[in-house]
């Protein structure tokens, strides 16, 4: 079992930043990549960043420019700093983690963090 752990969430004014933070502990060996999603009201969860165990970034193309995903110096910490924020940004984040294990693959999520940003 993997357990993600997720901080930095909170509220700001449109145009500023914040910076979530995501560790991952547990049985963690075979995380091939971690990442972002987020959660809107009514809406569906939606991808926001991923980056694999190789440092390949993907970006959903709503956020490209203004966020960047990075890992950590310790070994499965994720980042996510999210800058020029918008109104349309409000949500729950969750971190994410696959992990493959033989030919199975899990997906693991953190418990979220609110991330809110006012007009």
């Known amino acids: 079992q993997v357990q993600l752990v997720e901080s930095g969430g909170g509220l700001v004014q449109a145009g500023g930043s914040l910076r979530l933070s995501c560790a991952a502990s547990g049985s963690i060996f075979g995380i091939y990549v971690m990442g972002w999603y987020r959660q809107a009201p009514g809406k569906q969860r939606e991808l926001v960043a991923t980056?694999?165990?190789?440092?390949?970034?993907n970006y959903a193309d709503s956020v490209k420019g203004r966020f960047t995903i990075s890992r950590g110096s310790v070994k499965n910490t994720v980042y996510l700093q999210m800058n020029s924020l918008k109104p349309e940004d409000t949500g729950l984040y969750y971190c994410?983690?696959?992990?493959?294990?033989?030919?199975?693959?899990?997906?693991?999520w953190g418990q979220g963090t609110q991330v809110t940003v006012s007009s």
């Open positions: 994410n983690a696959d992990q493959l294990t033989g030919t199975e693959v899990s997906r693991y």
């Open positions: 980056i694999s165990s190789g440092g390949y970034a």
